[in-house]
């Protein structure tokens, strides 16, 4: 009846971290989710946490989407320069 549900992750948003203690818990339970076949809209600047999780990854620049492909397209080969500058920051 339905297709597999997906993920979506969109890593250009500001917000406050989590204390690190609690970062491995927090994605162990998004894993676990995951697992249950139900959609999620996540935002973090996690990269290789997205890479792992998101069928399609959406980056946002100045409140629009700039890019929203595969994650391994969104993260490998970037078309929008200011996600190619956010990446290189972040690595």
Known sequence: MFGRLRSEVLPNARAHAPR????AEVEDVIRA?????IMMVLVTHAVRFAREVAH???YMSDGVVAEIRSAADVLDRQKDPT?????????
């Open 20 to 23: 690190p203690e609690l970062v």
């Open 33 to 37: 989710l995951l697992s249950d076949r």
């Open 56 to 58: 399609r990854i959406a």
């Open 83 to 91: 996600l190619k500058e956010f990446l290189r920051r972040i690595r």
